[in-house]
Each structure stands twice: as C-alpha cells, then as structure tokens.
Nanobody, 125 residues
Framework: VQLQASGGGLVQAGGSLRLSCAAS????????MGWFRRAPGKEREFVAA????????TYVDSVKGRFTISRDNAKNTVYLQMNSLKPEDTAVYYC???????????????????WGQGTLVTVSS
C-alpha cells in the first residue's frame, strides 16, 4: 500500500492550497480517508476525514469553514482544500487510510492502518 501526498508549499496567510493524496495497492473505495498534521514541537493531530462514499465528513474545530475534504474514487485520490490559511496551520500534513471507514468517519490515529509520507505546508504571516 502506498499513499503519496503532494501539494504542500509556502503560502501567505489568507491564501489557499490544495493537497492531494494518491493511493495504490488497496481497494480505495473500501477505505475511509483522513488527513492529520504535525506542527513543529506538537503531536500529530486529526484534521479531517471522509467516508468511502464522500457523504460523511468530519473536521477538527480549528479548520471548520476553511478546509474541505473530498475524494475521487475513480482516481484513487483524496483531497484537502485549504482556504484562509493561518500561520498556525503550518505543519506536515499526512494522509491516512481507515479500513473501518466505509460508513463512519474516524478522528483517532488508531483507526488508520496506512499512512503517507507527509507534505509540508508553511503559512507565512
């Protein structure tokens, strides 16, 4: 199983980025997908998750209204659209696959079996 995250970069506060995570080696439509992030000096935290169909999503409070998670099962890809970025969004962002996420969405790291390598997002003030 491989999860390849991309789309990170340097952006000014108020700007936007779209992260992508391409999955291979698994039946993508059978998995829930999530995004997590690790800011410098902090623990990895949950950001957003989506179930297999895309009909259920959940977000950490700090990104609600600014970030949108979506998926394209035909392309085996999950996205994270990030708008109105803030310096506190600076982190390495990881995508992850949840084998129990066919119906429900999960925010716990323990629910995710597979992890991507991460992509760095830096938001300057």
């Amino acid at each position: 199983v491989q999860l390849q995250a991309s789309g990170g970069g340097l952006v000014q506060a108020g700007g936007s980025l779209r992260l992508s995570c391409a999955a291979s080696g698994l039946t993508f439509s059978a998995y829930g997908m999530g995004w997590f992030r690790r800011a410098p000096g902090k623990e990895r935290e949950f950001v957003a998750a989506i179930n297999w169909s895309g009909r259920r999503t959940t977000y950490v409070d700090s990104v609600k209204g600014r970030f949108t998670i979506s998926r394209d099962n035909a392309k085996n890809t999950v996205y994270l659209q990030m708008n109105s970025l803030k310096p506190e969004d600076t982190a390495v962002y990881y995508c992850a696959a949840d084998p129990t996420g066919s119906i429900y969405v999960h925010s716990s790291r323990g629910d995710y079996d597979y992890w991507g390598q991460g992509t760095l997002v830096t938001v300057s003030s």
